[in-house]
């Protein structure tokens, strides 16, 4: 299993972009990239999923260099509910996602 | 409503209690999942099935036995738990594997006493 890294903690203000980059260095052909966001208690929530170049959807972007050994995803101008832990996965088609720690992004008024 | 069930929301029980947990699913997904996730921990795998049939067990002690009588139901029988079990369960379903993303649910909170 690809293996990812992405910063523990981030914080921003309201209306701001923000960006969050997750490496994953052995990422492996067939593998895909997908966010998810997890409020207090909830179960995640799918964002965005991508494989390599830019995916865009009504809730972000997702941007994937050449490589394939980083990604970035991107939401546009941050409200108070955005304020959440931020997960990157790596995987294929019948693969167990395993989740890291995540970042935790506080959006500040 | 993501199309993922779980009941009861909450849940408080004894060491020497047994109890089930629930999940059902909407969407048609051939593969369904048991996370546990504890205070500031990351989500654990715990089980995975996929067309009913259990293809991934993560060490998970015998006191947690999953039950899928088909591609849209999931228990988690509980028996005998310690307080360290205390967590927030998950449900999660996916098609065809996890490339398209899983849904999951809102989770059952399990407060062990």
């Known amino acids: 299993l690809a293996k990812t890294t992405q910063p523990i903690s981030m914080d921003s203000y309201e209306g701001q972009e923000v960006n969050i980059t997750c490496s994953h260095n052995n990422i492996a052909t067939n593998d895909y990239i997908t966010w998810y966001q997890q409020f207090p208690s909830q179960g995640p929530r799918f964002i965005i999923q991508?494989?390599?170049t830019k995916v865009t959807n009504e809730v972000a972007s997702l941007f994937i260099p050449a490589d394939r050994k980083s990604s970035t995803l991107s939401l546009p101008r941050v409200s108070l509910s955005d304020t959440a832990v931020y997960y990157c996965?790596?995987?294929?088609?019948?693969?167990?996602?395993?989740f890291g720690p995540g970042t935790r992004l506080s959006v500040l008024p | 409503e993501t199309g993922v069930t779980q009941t009861p929301r909450h849940l408080v029980m004894g060491m020497t209690n047994k109890k089930s947990l629930k999940c059902e699913q909407h969407?048609?997904?051939?593969?369904m999942y048991w996370y546990k996730q504890s205070a500031k921990k990351p989500l654990e795998l715990m089980f995975v099935?996929?067309?009913?049939?259990?293809?991934e067990n993560n060490s998970v002690p015998s006191r947690f036995s999953p039950e899928c009588p088909n591609s849209s139901h999931l228990f988690l029988h509980l028996h005998t738990l310690q307080p360290e079990d205390s967590a927030l369960y998950l449900c999660?379903?996916?098609?065809?594997?996890?490339?398209?993303?899983?849904?999951f649910g809102s989770g059952t909170r399990l407060t062990v006493v």
């Open positions: 999660a379903s996916s098609q065809d594997g996890a490339e398209y993303g899983y849904t």
């Open positions: 996965l790596v995987g294929d088609n019948g693969q167990n996602f395993v």
């Open positions: 969407l048609g997904h051939n593969a």
């Open positions: 991508g494989y390599k």
């Open positions: 099935y996929n067309f009913k049939e259990q293809t």
